[in-house]
């Protein structure tokens, strides 16, 4: 997954159930990554960085003009923590539920109740984080998003003994203890489904009425940013602050304009 400059961090909850949506449908694909590859925009090679994160350690191809980087399924999530480490319990869940650990990474399903790693690509098994992964999703407009009250639309049967879940809250179920196991990208459609109409039936955020303040700054010079920094470089005179002088009257004396002269001739001598 190839993101631009901070691409990544401005994704929000209905852009994440599009990205892992295509992460659900690409194929699983056993292919090892190229040893060398190139950036996107400028076609210069990439190179691998690692990052400390308050999730922990990630990885990353990336351009070293600062175009972007690349990451593969796995690690984009752990950045976001939205991965966790395989428990007891979820070997167990999954030997109850007759189902093979899965690899995250490449898809392959042949392991051993006690591995660690993946048998092919070597690569950690993990699980997906599944009330981080549903309290990320639920964000649109850069605003947690309210759910309606009543029943809960998020809610899933757990595969215990089919009690109801919150998938936001609720990692085991209160009623068998069974664990909530998600070990393969199609575990993950489900709540896609129900989570994509909330986020779209959200509306968008409403902009914030101007302020008197603001509305009596309209058309006033010395709101600007250009008589802030006249001010500064004593450029205005401190009676313009009140009123007393405009802007017009306060370049045109003599200091003014001698001091302006003086760092003319220094932004000349400099950038020369």
Request: proline share 6%; hydrophobic share 40%; charged share 20%.
């Amino acid at each position: 997954m190839w993101f631009d400059a901070f691409e990544s961090v401005r994704l929000s909850g209905l852009g994440w159930v599009q990205l892992l949506r295509a992460m659900v449908l690409q194929p699983s694909s056993r292919a090892v990554l190229p040893r060398s590859m190139s950036c996107v925009r400028c076609r210069d090679p990439l190179s691998a960085v690692r990052n400390q994160t308050r999730f922990g350690h990630t990885a990353a191809l990336e351009c070293r003009q600062g175009h972007g980087q690349l990451q593969t399924f796995t690690l984009l999530l752990a950045e976001r923590g939205l991965l966790r480490q395989v428990l007891p319990s979820d070997r167990s869940a999954l030997a109850q539920e007759r189902r093979a650990l899965q690899c995250l990474q490449c898809g392959a399903g042949s392991h051993t109740p006690e591995a660690t790693q993946c048998a092919y690509c070597q690569s950690p098994l993990l699980m997906v984080d599944v009330p981080r992964l549903a309290s990320a999703l639920l964000v649109r407009h850069g605003d947690a998003l309210q759910l309606p009250p009543g029943a809960n639309p998020l809610a899933m049967a757990c595969r215990g003994c089919g009690h109801p879940l919150d998938p936001t809250a609720q990692a085991r179920c209160p009623r068998c203890d069974h664990a909530v196991v998600w070990s393969d990208w199609l575990s993950v459609r489900p709540l896609l489904d129900a989570v994509e109409p909330l986020l779209r039936a959200q509306q968008p955020r409403q902009a914030k009425p101007w302020g008197t303040r603001l509305q009596a700054q309209q058309g006033d010079h010395r709101a600007t940013q250009l008589h802030r920094w006249l001010r500064h470089a004593n450029l205005v005179s401190a009676q313009d602050e009140g009123a007393q002088r405009d802007l017009r009257d306060s370049l045109l004396d003599w200091r003014s304009w001698l001091r302006l002269a003086v760092l003319g001739v220094a932004l000349w001598v400099f950038f020369r």
